[in-house]
């Protein structure tokens, strides 16, 4: 064998172990000829064709077998050797550094495999799989548009104004999801947030970016913009999503938005409080809906789980966050006996797109057995795609604990003794390494398991024993008889306080979420910022009126809703893609 030909086999060996070559790499059907170094003037299926008939030939000429059937010994032949070698080992050494084949193919081995792999790199560079989180560069823009659009159309000639619309209100969604504290603009540092939501890439460049093109519509040097409005972001992605000039994505954005008034230069991101008031919250849900003008419907369809992560419009509905604004963006909506939004397609989740996460439902108290709890909560879960697992045990809820994302806990009244310990031992855990608590209690004593898990995690309790059976509204979560404007009550106007009620004692690390009739805190929540003490524990919510999961109080307003929209806010998906953190924590 020539020392050239060896060379070439070695090439073609150790391709074949690299990681670019050990997965199948799919060649575009578009025949463009690419350049390269050298004399490469050819298509990567030319020189895989090359490639594919050197290494058969390298084969049959370059591996005699010896009479005992071994393959010889490769030798490196000196110089003077080289120049008295034979005329096929002559030929062989020329054929090596120099071949023919048909079209513009005239190319060494060497630059054929050089090439293929300068192909190989930038499709591999292209979605960097990390944590678990799909990032997708410039070439996987179609994947993000499909999750956006909730549609297989793969060509942008395909996709309808109706599914430009579609995409626009998603965007506005995630737009909602990162301006929390709904001042109606965010800085770089939430664009970061909204890029990793879409399942893009994040890079400090992908944000100069934005701000650049921001700057250059608004007619201001970059440094000038320190933060960008609902309408630019949108505009710049559709722009980048659907590859249109920026004349048809600014005159589709201006149409969506035609009821919403921006300024060309709006105050720079402050670090207010993150509980928003009423009318900032009003205003930004109220922009972010008038651009949705497809039909309520369109949302419905159900989105299929992902094994990756996507993009959070895989999970979460285009109406996420809004509510009363929902029916004034939508005339024709059609509403429930309790004024609020009729239809799954105004939750928080999408229907059928949580078959990958597992509900573990303790219920302790007799009353709320397993045929109550699966005809009630158990069934709108599960439409959801949710796993439900259920138990009445404390030892089997402990023991199942750690392959769950979300918990119930629905208390009694029964003292744990020695149990007690191991109960709360095995909650933190869970707690810490992200799984989201729902935390049940009722009027006084109903309350003894929760209390066990609030005082250790939270520092408060649950007392008392107040007269419910009202209807909240939607306002200031702070005032009796109102709620606030947040994930959990998405879609919902008005809100079942409960029957009888108990209330927590400390609410220094408690949101308020509503408050009674009776002016205590009927739901308060946890989250991160605000309760939570790291990023990297599960969400809290904690209700004091289990028995509005009772046959006779389950249709009562928003209650169906609010229940399901509070196991997939407790997912934390939205914070754990805006940070690249893995999906699910539990165990395989």
């Known amino acids: 064998m020539s020392s050239s030909a ?12 690299s990681p670019a070559a050990a997965s199948p790499k799919t060649v575009s059907p578009k025949v463009g000829s690419k350049k390269r170094t050298g004399t490469m003037a050819a298509t990567v299926e030319e020189a895989k064709k090359f490639l594919g008939d050197d290494e058969s030939s390298s084969e049959e ?3 005699p077998k010896s009479k005992k059937g071994k393959t010889p010994e490769k030798k490196t032949a000196s110089p003077k ?20 084949r048909a079209g513009t193919m005239d190319v060494t081995v060497a630059e054929a495999k050089g090439f293929l792999d300068d192909d190989d790199e930038k499709k591999v560079k292209s979605r960097d799989i990390k944590d678990g989180h799909a990032t997708r560069g410039k070439a996987h823009a179609k994947e993000v548009l ?8 793969a060509k942008p000639e395909d996709i309808t104004d109706d599914d430009r619309q579609k995409a626009a209100s998603r965007l506005r969604m995630v737009f909602r999801l990162i301006d929390r504290d709904r001042s109606g603009v965010v800085d770089r540092e939430e664009i970061g947030a909204a890029l990793r939501s879409l399942g893009m890439k994040f890079t400090q460049a992908k944000i100069t970016k934005v701000f650049k093109a921001v700057a250059a519509e608004r007619g201001v040097a970059e440094k000038k913009v320190e933060s960008i409005t609902a309408d630019e972001f949108v505009k710049y992605m559709m722009v980048k999503l659907h590859g249109e000039k920026k004349k048809k994505a600014a005159a589709s954005s201006s149409s969506s938005s035609s009821t919403t008034t921006t300024s060309s230069s709006p105050a720079p991101k402050t670090t207010s409080a993150p509980a928003p008031s009423p009318s900032a919250a009003s205003s930004s849900s109220s922009s972010s809906s008038s651009s949705s003008s497809s039909s309520s419907s369109s949302s419905s369809a159900p989105a299929p789980a992902l094994a990756r992560a996507g993009s959070i419009a895989s999970f ?5 966050g809004m509510h009363d604004e929902i029916a004034s963006a939508h005339p024709a909506t059609a509403l429930d006996a309790h004024a609020n939004p009729a239809g799954p397609e105004f939750d928080l989740g999408l229907e059928g797109a949580f078959n990958q996460f597992t509900i573990l439902v303790g219920s302790f108290q007799p009353h709320l057995a397993k045929p109550l709890f699966d005809r009630n909560p158990g069934e709108q879960l599960r439409n959801k795609g949710f796993n439900i697992v259920y138990t009445n045990t404390l030892s089997e809820f402990i023991t199942l604990l750690p392959k769950a994302d979300v918990a ?9 003794g020695s149990e007690t310990a191991k109960f709360v031992q095995a909650v933190r855990t869970f707690h810490e390494r992200g799984g989201g608590l729902f935390i049940w209690g009722d009027n006084s004593p109903l309350f003894v398991e929760a209390n066990l898990v609030l005082r250790d995690l939270l520092g408060t309790h649950l ?5 419910g059976g009202k209807e909240l509204k939607v306002g200031e979560s702070n005032v009796s008889g109102q709620f606030g404007r947040h994930l959990i009550t998405s879609g919902i106007v008005n809100l079942h306080e409960g029957i009888t009620i108990c209330y927590p004692t400390n609410t220094d690390r408690l949101y308020t979420l509503g408050t009674s009739s ?5 739901v308060s929540y946890a989250d991160y910022g605000q309760g939570l003490t790291s990023n990297d524990v599960g969400r809290i919510v904690v209700d004091c009126g289990y028995t509005k999961m009772y046959d006779e109080y389950w249709k009562t307003a928003g209650t169906r809703r609010y229940v399901v929209n509070a196991c997939v806010w407790l997912l934390g998906l939205d914070h754990k893609m805006a940070h690249g953190r893995p999906l699910s924590t539990k165990e395989a």
């Not at 999750?147 to 297989?152: A, G, M, Q, V």
């Not at 009776?518 to 009927?522: I, L, Q, R, S, V």
């Open 81 to 100: 050797t080289a120049a008295k070698a034979s005329p096929k080992a002559k030929k062989d050494d020329d054929k090596a550094k120099k071949m023919k």
């Open 146 to 153: 499909t999750d956006l659009l909730d549609t297989s159309k």
């Open 463 to 467: 007392e008392g024993d107040t007269p």
């Open 61 to 63: 000429e370059d591996t």
């Open 518 to 522: 009776n002016n205590h805190p009927c």
């Open 316 to 320: 979460y509905t285009e109406f996420a």
């Open 408 to 416: 119930w806990i629905v208390s009694f009244m029964n003292d744990r």
């Open 6 to 17: 060896g060379k070439r086999k070695a090439v073609v060996e150790k391709k074949s172990e």
